[in-house]
Structures are given as C-alpha cells and as structure tokens.
C-alpha cells in the first residue's frame, strides 16, 4: 500500500471553526477527532481549555486560530491572543496574516506581525501556522504578481519563524460577478508554489476544497504535511473501505476517483 492509515489520518487537522458550533458540536468534534486519531483538532480561542480537557492522553493536538479569519488585528492582540490559548494548552498555532499590509507592500509590518505571534509561540513550545488566503491574491499586489506576492509571504514567514505556511482560512469567500461568494481553498498550483517557496524547515499546509481522500493523498503527493478539514470521518472510512476492498483484492487502497482541490469548503 502506498499510504498507511496513520500517514494520512496524522495529516488532518480537524476543523472544528464554523461560526454557529455549540458546545456540544465543539465537544462531539474533539471525539470525533479522537476516534480517528488525527494531527489536532483546529478550534477557536475560547474553546481550547474544554478541547485540551477532552483529548488529553489521545494523541491527537490541539490548535487554536488567532486574528481569525481575517488577521485584521493589531500585532499585540495577535501575541496577546496566542498567549492565552498556550496558556489554556494549544501547542499549535494557525495564525492569519495582515493582508491589507501585506497588499500595500508594507512587509516590515507583515513581518514583525507573524513574528510576533511566532515568538510568543515559540516560548511556549508551540509551533505556528500561518495563513495567506490565497483567494484574496489572485490579482497580486504590491507591484507582484499572484505568484511573486506568495512568493514573498514564503520568505518572510520563514524568516519571521513560522513552521508551516498555509493556504487559506476556508472562510476567504470572494464577491462573484453573480453576486454570490464563493472560493477555491487550497489549489493544486498554490501547494506546489508554496512547497517550492520555503525551505525544508518549513512545512506547508492545505486548508478549503479536500473533502475526499483523493484530495488528501494529492495534497500529500503535493508535499503538504497537513490540511485542514471538516470531511474527516468520510474521508478515512473511505481508506478502510479501500483497505478493506484491497485486502481481498491483493493491492492497495490509494485508488484513483473524484477527488479535486479547490472546490469547496474547509
């Protein structure tokens, strides 16, 4: 078999981030994120000590988003809030960047920015994520094209310390010509420019449109070591459905379908 269960379940992180999550959802996720034994579960700031409590023993991370989903506060908010989900006892961090800086070529700021949150991180033995929206630099900015602009974010983010780059947050919806929004997530091109952009140190994430586990073999086969998801169950009883099949087959599980980056949810 190409991939194991464990390689491919310890690159998922749980997105556990819509808007509207109870308690109970929140709870039920961190089970859930458990029973299938992923990388961590990604959840929102007030939620981390209740998370912690849960996954204690299981194996499975927990992280916290910080400046979400649209990394419009100020840099000591950001540090501040990375403080307290440590605190609370989130060792990673996915962190948004200031894109209305990053737009205006104002890269000392976008750097002392993610510097901040890494810092502060690091201090507490977490590691750090952080997130461009691609979906928002399709036009680039700041004199770069899209692909320079990402670029760019690559070097500084490696230099400011980040430990993974990230595509998007899921919740980068952009105005269509219709009136409606919509976005692509993680994209095929973006992981490759992403993977190409920073050195080994630094990892690259996945986040929107892998909903199948052919998505997630791709993101893998693309060189990501994580993604985001909210898809989790349906993805990984596929693989022992396939394991299962192949098994009695006599091959592997990591069959071709119909999995595409970039359409669709986190």
Known sequence: MKHTYEELAKMIDHSLLHPTMTD???EAGCRLAAKYGVASVC????AVRRAVEILTGSGVAVGCVIGFPHGNGSSESKRYETE??????????DMVVNL???L????SYVEADVRAVCDEAHRHGARVKVIFENDYLVKGGAGLTSDDFKRRLCEICERAGADWVKTSTGYGFVKQPDGSYNYLGATEHDLALMRASCSARVQVKAAGGVRDLDGLIRVRELGATRCGATATAAMLDEFRRREAAAADAGSGPDGKGGGELGRGGY
């Open 43 to 46: 959840i929102k700031p007030y």
């Open 100 to 102: 209305g800086k990053a």
């Open 84 to 93: 307290l989900a440590c605190r609370d006892g989130a060792v990673e961090i």
């Open 24 to 26: 109970a959802e929140l």
């Open 104 to 107: 205006s070529g104002d890269w």
